[in-house]
């Protein structure tokens, strides 16, 4: 499967406990970005980053919240000290740098409930 | 005012009938106009992808873009149930633009 590979798809975890969420860009691909979507509502842009940068955070919640993309291995998600609002379902997508549109795809998304 | 607009709907149709689902936006840089379909529980898909202004046409699917006014359509054609899902516009610039993608309109269409 070359398309963009996020895992877990269901998380659960218990308020004050760290979620970590994976995900593996298409082949081909540098740039990752990962969106969160809540129930009922619509995207919204979380973080992008370049291979072992961060290049735009600007929908990052100030705490808690932490991205990466390491030069190997999947970019990774973290929450720490995870409470009922983080549950969502947080998507990665990725995109090719020499893409002059920009075109994102998306992975299955990775569903994570707080309880 | 945000950068894209788009009616969350619900938007409920009988099987057969002609969609039309749209966005606005307010950026002039914009020249690259997308089209995703989630269904339920999935990702976002690319359904059809457009540069600058005019008309695309895949199967049952026409995106139209309108530069000057700054207002994007995506047409389904006889459309089926399985055509039932949230359809959002996207849209980015040149030069590392970020892509921004409306709130989604949700598409019922029944049998």
Same mark, same amino acid.
């Given at each position: 499967?070359?398309?963009?590979?996020?895992?877990?798809?269901?998380?659960?975890?218990?308020?004050?406990?760290?979620?970590? +969420?994976?995900?593996?860009?298409?082949?081909?691909?540098?740039?990752?970005?990962?969106?969160?979507?809540? !129930?009922?509502?619509?995207?919204?842009?979380?973080?992008?980053?370049?291979?072992?940068? /961060?290049?735009?955070?600007?929908?990052?919640?100030?705490?808690?919240?932490?991205?990466?993309?390491?030069?190997?291995?999947?970019?990774?998600?973290?929450?720490?000290?995870?409470?009922?609002?983080?549950?969502?379902?947080?998507?990665?997508?990725?995109?090719?740098?020499?893409? !002059?549109?920009?075109? /994102?795809?998306?992975?299955?998304?990775?569903?994570?409930?707080?309880? | 005012?945000?950068?894209?607009?788009?009616?969350?709907?619900?938007?409920?149709?009988?099987?057969?009938?002609?969609?039309? +689902?749209?966005?606005?936006?307010?950026?002039?840089?914009?020249?690259?106009?997308?089209?995703?379909?989630?269904?339920?529980?999935?990702?976002?898909?690319? +359904?059809?992808?457009?540069?600058?202004?005019?008309?695309?046409?895949?199967?049952?699917?026409?995106?139209?873009?309108?530069?000057?006014?700054?207002? /994007?359509?995506?047409? /389904?054609?006889?459309?089926?149930?399985?055509?039932?899902?949230?359809? +959002?516009?996207?849209?980015?610039?040149?030069?590392?633009?970020?892509?921004?993608?409306?709130?989604?309109?949700?598409?019922?269409?029944?049998?």
């Amino acid at each position: 499967n070359a398309g963009v590979m996020q895992n877990p798809r269901h998380l659960v975890r218990r308020r004050g406990q760290e979620a970590r +969420l994976r995900c593996s860009p298409m082949k081909g691909h540098s740039h990752v970005y990962w969106y969160r979507q809540l !129930p009922e509502e619509g995207l919204k842009f979380m973080v992008y980053l370049q291979k072992e940068n /961060i290049i735009d955070e600007s929908g990052m919640p100030k705490e808690r919240f932490s991205a990466e993309f390491p030069k190997e291995g999947p970019s990774i998600l973290r929450i720490q000290q995870v409470v009922r609002g983080d549950s969502a379902a947080y998507f990665c997508a990725s995109s090719n740098r020499a893409d !002059p549109a920009n075109t /994102i795809y998306f992975g299955e998304g990775s569903w994570l409930t707080v309880v | 005012q945000k950068e894209v607009e788009q009616d969350p709907g619900p938007l409920s149709v009988p099987e057969g009938a002609i969609v039309s +689902l749209n966005c606005t936006y307010s950026n002039s840089a914009f020249q690259y106009f997308m089209w995703y379909r989630q269904y339920s529980r999935k990702g976002p898909e690319l +359904l059809m992808y457009t540069y600058s202004s005019g008309n695309k046409e895949d199967g049952r699917f026409t995106a139209q873009v309108d530069k000057s006014s700054k207002y /994007i359509s995506l047409f /389904i054609r006889d459309s089926q149930p399985s055509d039932s899902a949230t359809y +959002l516009c996207a849209m980015s610039g040149t030069g590392g633009f970020k892509t921004i993608f409306g709130a989604g309109t949700r598409l019922f269409v029944k049998a």
